[in-house]
């Protein structure tokens, strides 16, 4: 989105687009699932499991920080990566807010 049309939305409109943007793409879920379901960070995993090039992962997390929904530790040449569990909350109840809007339909032709 550019930067001239991204003003005439709300901030909130555009924060949620950021997030469904970022979490937008399979790999970017298949992290997620996958760190959650080790319930503990995770080291450099993520190439054997996803079978995804090192470059093509480094990029997805560096989409997921963007976020803030993970967080990461550099110990030597190693990276941990693990869920945020504030920022996983914020965003579910951003996801919840939005989708649990009202929606009523008084006539529609389809």
């Known amino acids: 989105m550019g930067l ?9 409109q555009n924060k949620l687009a950021i997030l469904f943007k970022v979490l937008g793409h399979p790999a970017r879920i298949a992290v997620l699932q996958y760190i959650i379901s080790q319930k503990a960070c995770i080291c450099n995993d993520l190439v054997e499991e996803l079978g995804l090039a090192q470059a093509t ?9 963007s976020i803030g929904i993970i967080q990461g530790t550099i110990e030597g040449k190693s990276v941990c990566y693990c869920i945020d569990e ?9 996801f ?13 032709w389809a």
């Open 96 to 108: 919840d807010a939005f989708f649990n809007q009202e929606v009523k339909v008084t006539m529609c």
């Open 57 to 65: 992962i480094s990029q997805h997390l560096k989409e997921l920080k």
């Open 4 to 12: 001239t049309k991204s003003t005439i939305f709300t901030v909130e």
């Open 86 to 94: 504030k920022v996983w909350k914020k965003i579910q109840e951003e």
